[in-house]
């Protein structure tokens, strides 16, 4: 294996005050320089602040952060088949080249190593941090087997969505093997995917106005109001409601699992907004990135208020913030851009 390292890459630094009503002034806020950091720019009480590394590979597409630890933030590079390491605390990269046309979408990583979603070449992948070595889970079957988006259970499974297959799918822990189960809707696209405390994966069916989880073995959707409706990522807020963002016409969705009660809101940018990457916090507060207007922006909503702060522009513009993690420990959000970097939003 071939590991890639380089050391201190520039910094973007953004902050602005959290509010849920009119946008307030923002103070000055000193230059980007490499050694600036989020906390730097903490003298203001209630602000969210936002800092971003620039990946040493360019136009990689970097992606899909999975916090391992204090100094080590995982991510992939799909354009350019590699996973790799940031250490926030010295901006340092480490990568670890993965085979030509992997197109690596998703990692998680647990004791056992780094998972990726090959989805360009029909595999989960669990990279050995120590070595680089790589061991290949082929998805069975024909047809499409483009691995998207991955969660882990509690005992260790992985749960994933296969969007071109029409799939999800789960890899079992105790046996290594794969087992797939078709979605009853055709081209329904399962794409988002998160695994909620009790085991269960919750999907969003983006080619329809539909959520998926799996019961007794069998996939159950869930049909949300409008029929243009186009759930693309979701959220689990601690009281185990399922929050989804409506990326064809810019609404905020949450369903209720035990009374089936659905409920929406309108987004800031209504329907310019794009919303995408979405993750909650541990207050209950749902965050998603708006991608529709440049730059993206960061918007939050408080369900105890029924209200959304003052959007917070990144620094680099984002392209398009795709996907996003929520860091409990240190109460901060993880994402990638489009625009070749890796940010943490910290959190009021």
């Known amino acids: ?26 103070p000055s806020q000193p230059a980007p320089s490499e050694q600036a950091t989020a906390k ?35 991510f992939v590079g799909q354009n350019s088949d590699y996973v790799a390491t940031l250490d926030p605390t010295n901006g340092e990269f480490k990568q670890y080249p993965l085979d030509d046309n992997a197109g690596p979408h998703t990692v998680i990583a647990d004791k056992r190593g780094a998972w990726y979603a090959g989805n360009r070449s029909q595999h989960i992948g669990l990279v050995n ?16 087997r483009d691995v998207h988006t991955m969660d882990f259970a509690r005992n260790g499974d992985i749960w994933f969505t ?20 078709d ?23 983006f080619g329809t106005n539909k959520l998926a989880t799996i019961e007794d ?8 109001p409008r029929a243009e409706n186009r759930p693309r990522r979701l959220a689990i807020t601690p009281d185990g409601m399922v929050w989804y963002v409506d990326y064809a016409e810019g609404h905020l969705g949450r369903y209720n699992p035990t009374t089936g009660a659905i409920d929406e809101w309108r987004t800031p940018a209504q329907e310019k907004s794009r919303p995408y990457a979405v993750a909650a916090d541990k207050q209950g507060r749902v965050w998603f990135f708006e991608t529709g207007v440049h730059p993206n922006r960061l ?49 009021p």
């Open 299 to 347: 918007v939050s909503f408080d369900p105890a208020t029924n209200k959304f702060s003052t959007p917070v522009e990144l620094e680099s513009g984002g392209g398009t913030v795709r996907h996003m993690v929520y860091d409990e420990k240190e109460n901060a959000l993880w994402f990638g851009t489009d625009t070749n970097t890796i940010g943490r939003a910290q959190l």
């Open 217 to 224: 073995n069998k996939v159950v959707e869930i049909t949300l």
């Open 183 to 205: 979605v009853p809707t055709k081209n329904a696209r399962p794409y988002g995917l998160l695994v909620d405390k009790d085991g269960k994966p919750w999907v969003t069916l």
């Open 162 to 181: 296969v969007q071109g297959g029409n799939q999800i799918g789960v890899l079992k822990a105790a046996s290594m093997n794969i087992k797939l189960f």
């Open 40 to 74: 730097s720019q903490a003298a203001v009480n209630k602000q969210v602040s936002i800092t971003e590394w620039t990946v040493p590979w360019e136009k990689s597409l970097p992606r899909d952060p999975w916090v391992g630890s204090q100094d080590t933030i995982w």
């Open 129 to 144: 941090p120590e070595t680089g070595a790589i061991e290949k889970f082929m998805l069975p079957g024909e047809g499409p």
């Open 1 to 26: 294996m071939k590991l890639l390292a380089s050391s201190r890459m520039s910094v973007l630094v953004s902050a602005l005050i959290f509010s849920c009503a009119a946008a307030a002034e923002t």
